[in-house]
Nanobody, 125 residues
C-alpha cells in the first residue's frame, strides 16, 4: 500500500524553527520526486518546495527561499523540510506529495501522483 505520512508540525513562535518529515512506504523513493505543499485557511494550496528523485534538483517558492531547506534520505525513505525564521503567514496545513519522475521536480499539484494527509503548522506568539 502506497503511503506518505507527514509529521513534525506544531505550534511555534515567530522566528522559530520546525522540521517536517515525510515518511514514504509502499514504494521506493528512487523514482519519485517529492514536493511539499501548504494550504492556509481560506486560501488555495500552494507549492512550497520540491526535490528530485536523486536530490540533484531542488526548487523553492519565493516566499520561503532562504528560510526553508528540503532534503531527502532515500535509505530511510524519508524527505524533510527544515523551516527556519518562521512567520505567522507560514501557518498552514503542510502536505507532502510524490510525483513519478526521475529528472527535476515540480510545484504543480496536478502533477502529483500520491498525497499525504497533512500536518498542521501554526506560527503564533
Amino acid at each position: 500500500q502506497l503511503q506518505l505520512v507527514e509529521s513534525g508540525g506544531g505550534l511555534v513562535q515567530p522566528g522559530g524553527s520546525l522540521r517536517l518529515s515525510c515518511a514514504i512506504s509502499g514504494f521506493t523513493l528512487d523514482y519519485y520526486a517529492i514536493s511539499w505543499f501548504r494550504q492556509a485557511p481560506g486560501k488555495e494550496r500552494e507549492g512550497v518546495s520540491c526535490i528530485s528523485s536523486r536530490g540533484g534538483s531542488r526548487n523553492y517558492a519565493d516566499s520561503v527561499k532562504g528560510r526553508f531547506t528540503i532534503s531527502r534520505d532515500n535509505a530511510k525513505n524519508t524527505v524533510y523540510l527544515q523551516m527556519n525564521s518562521l512567520k505567522p503567514e507560514d501557518t498552514a496545513v503542510y502536505y507532502c506529495a510524490a510525483d513519478r519522475r526521475i529528472l527535476n521536480c515540480g510545484l504543480n499539484d496536478y502533477d502529483m501522483d500520491y498525497w499525504g494527509k497533512g500536518t498542521l503548522v501554526t506560527v503564533s506568539s
